[in-house]
């Protein structure tokens, strides 16, 4: 009986195993101060275990506290669809050829009201069922390569990803979408960006802030936001979300500049200091900004070359008033080869921990030096704790956000062979994550001053 109790504990379960009560069956239950009739649902394992979760006739759900129930019977039961209904995915002969390369999650699914169950959709078919818009705007293929949460993601991924890009785009793939958890992307998108080398073809990643079973989901939108960049003439690795909360349009963000700004909010994504590099609105895209590699500038699609080597062991430290000696000496005593500080203010860390940070340069470990405010350059000429550091060797990160220097980091030493030659291509505009300067209306921008 159990299996069919799924998420039930303890004193809970048990009255619905007395009452041989499953998960979907249609239960009427009798409290003290009222009557519901629902549809019993699964519930998480680690909810409260007291109590009994239904979905009411009028689809909402409601938990009841074991104790407050004083009859609970089955009335009914309704069948549980796991499969989303698949349709062929209709292919033209005049739309595009595109990859949708999955990490894990969900990148569309659907509600079963009648069951309360949330259905995925992966193949073509299923995202045809659920977003029949993207068959008017490409030919889509589909391809799982990880079954993970963002959070779970390592460069071992970045390199498999950036790989698996290099050999679509040389079969003749005209554009590829991402699908990843929302709180990485940002350092995926970087790790591409850097990795994918002369690349010919759009790389788009693409989530979700809200699941699907919600009305206010942002799944079905950004996906054919995605999908109408992926089949643009940009060649560069990008991210693509809601730039409002109404779902009016969707934001294009150079992969290093790109952070995730809110934890819940749809347009949580915001391109650092510069402005956005275009708007997707109604299937239609809107650049602005007009320093971007087209597929036009590429001689051949075959251009794309994914250079993976990357450094696992890269630290980063968050300077903090009580930051000592002892952790940074984690890193070097542990064989660390690059080490991203961020700092407070124009770049600065306690001068408590220069001792540290001397020997591990000594030790030929790079430290970089970027800034907790996020926006803004670093500037280490302008006080005396920043010219110290710049002088024990730390290098200003300009611009950089933390992540993107951890990835550059990771990327610069994993293809260098020498440490002059690492902090050369460090300090090199690879993949245009510096900027000359930061732009005025980049920290608050409203989406009506940039058109």
Excluded at 29 to 50: A, F, V
Excluded at 254 to 269: E, I
Excluded at 276 to 299: A, C, D, F
């Amino acid at each position: 009986m159990s299996k069919n109790l799924k998420g039930y504990r303890g004193n809970a379960k048990k009255l619905l195993e007395k009452k041989n009560l499953k998960i979907w069956d249609i239960l009427q239950i009798k409290t003290k101060k009222t009557e519901y009739q629902g549809i019993l649902l699964p519930r998480n394992e680690y909810s409260d275990e007291k109590f009994i979760e239904i979905k009411l006739e009028n689809n909402y759900n409601v938990g009841i506290h074991y104790n407050d129930i004083s009859e609970i019977k089955k009335i009914g039961e309704k069948e549980a669809h796991y499969k989303i209904p698949e349709k062929k995915f209709p292919k033209s002969k005049d739309l595009p050829e595109i990859t949708l390369l999955g990490t894990g999650g969900t990148v569309a699914s659907r509600l079963d009201y009648t069951t309360g169950a949330v259905i995925p959709a992966f193949t073509p078919g299923e995202l045809f069922s659920a977003v029949p818009e993207l068959a008017e705007i490409c030919n889509l293929e589909t391809e799982i390569l990880f079954k993970m949460l963002s959070e779970n993601m390592k460069p071992d991924v970045w390199q498999t990803l950036a790989k698996k890009v290099e050999t679509l785009a040389h079969s003749g793939k005209e554009g590829i979408i991402i699908a990843h958890g929302t709180d990485t992307m940002g350092y995926t998108s970087a790790a591409l960006s850097f990795m994918l080398q002369n690349l010919s073809i759009p790389v788009v990643l693409v989530g979700s802030q809200r699941s699907s079973d919600r009305p206010s989901s942002d799944a079905a939108i950004n996906l054919i936001n995605a999908a109408t960049v992926a089949t643009s003439d940009i060649a560069e690795v990008v991210v693509v979300m809601l730039g409002s909360s109404s779902h009016e349009y969707g934001l294009i963000h150079k992969g290093t500049l790109v952070r995730k700004m809110h934890t819940s909010y749809r347009n949580t994504f915001r391109t650092i200091d510069d402005i956005p590099m275009g708007l997707v609105k109604s299937r239609t895209i809107r650049m602005l900004k007009e320093n971007y590699r087209t597929k036009k500038s590429q001689s051949s699609k075959k251009t794309t070359k994914a250079l993976t080597n990357f450094e696992d062991k890269i630290g980063m430290i968050y300077s903090y008033p009580g930051l000592t000696n002892e952790e940074l000496n984690f890193y070097i005593d542990k064989g660390y080869k690059g080490i991203v500080i961020m700092g407070t203010g124009l770049g600065h860390v306690n001068t408590r921990v220069f001792d540290s940070i001397k020997r591990g340069i000594e030790e030929d470990i790079l430290f970089i030096m970027t800034s907790q405010t996020l926006h803004g350059f670093i500037g280490m000429n302008v006080y005396s704790t920043g010219r110290e550091l710049l002088d024990l060797g730390v290098i200003p990160a300009h611009n950089l956000i933390p992540e993107t220097a951890y990835v550059k980091l990771g990327w610069v030493l994993g293809n260098s062979d020498s440490l002059q030659e690492a902090k050369q291509l460090f300090l090199t505009n690879i993949a245009d994550e510096f900027l000359e300067r930061e732009v005025p209306i980049a920290f608050n921008y409203d989406i009506e001053d940039l058109l």
